[in-house]
């Protein structure tokens, strides 16, 4: 039986630079997919970073999603030896983009005009977990 292949961080951060732009652009996977030539199942293997995207297949996407190659490598974390290291802010925003609902709040929350606003639904957020990490 094959052995599975580990998540790569790097596999990973392009996966969901790809996503980010698809989405900025209004395409949906089906679209992309047929811009690459595989399935739109392919395409959510490449965004979660469970497949990783070849040199070709990512400068087709490039192409199709109006963004320089270098794009998708742009703020990668540095590496120490074969490691990446991610900082814990670099780590939660990814977290964050690999769900719906963070995705929708990164997209949504620039959107508020109203500083204090913005402020106040940070606050909200710290309040509820720190609610649930019983602070």
């Given at each position: 039986?094959?052995?599975?292949?580990?998540?790569?961080?790097?596999?990973?951060?392009?996966?969901?630079?790809?996503?980010?732009?698809?989405?900025?652009?209004?395409?949906?996977?089906?679209?992309?997919?047929?811009?690459?030539?595989?399935?739109?199942?392919?395409?959510?293997?490449?965004?979660?970073?469970?497949?990783?995207?070849?040199?070709?297949?990512?400068?087709?996407?490039?192409?199709?999603?109006?963004?320089?190659?270098?794009?998708?490598?742009?703020?990668?974390?540095?590496?120490?030896?074969?490691?990446?290291v991610?900082?814990?802010?670099?780590?939660?925003?990814?977290?964050?983009?690999?769900?719906?609902?963070?995705?929708?709040?990164?997209?949504?929350?620039?959107?508020i005009?109203?500083?204090?606003?913005?402020r106040?639904?940070?606050?909200?957020?710290r309040?509820?977990?720190?609610?649930?990490?019983?602070?």
């Open positions: 039986m094959p052995r599975a292949r580990k998540r790569n961080a790097v596999d990973e951060h392009v996966g969901a630079r790809v996503r980010s732009r698809r989405k900025s652009l209004g395409m949906n996977q089906s679209t992309l997919a047929d811009h690459l030539g595989v399935t739109f199942q392919m395409i959510q293997r490449y965004e979660y970073g469970l497949c990783r995207i070849s040199a070709s297949t990512l400068y087709v996407a490039a192409i199709a999603l109006e963004a320089p190659v270098a794009y998708f490598f742009d703020g990668l974390p540095e590496t120490s030896g074969k490691r990446l991610t900082s814990p802010q670099e780590r939660s925003s990814l977290d964050l983009a690999k769900t719906r609902y963070g995705r929708d709040l990164a997209d949504l929350f620039p959107r005009a109203h500083r204090g606003t913005r106040a639904i940070v606050e909200l957020v309040a509820m977990v720190g609610d649930q990490l019983g602070m």
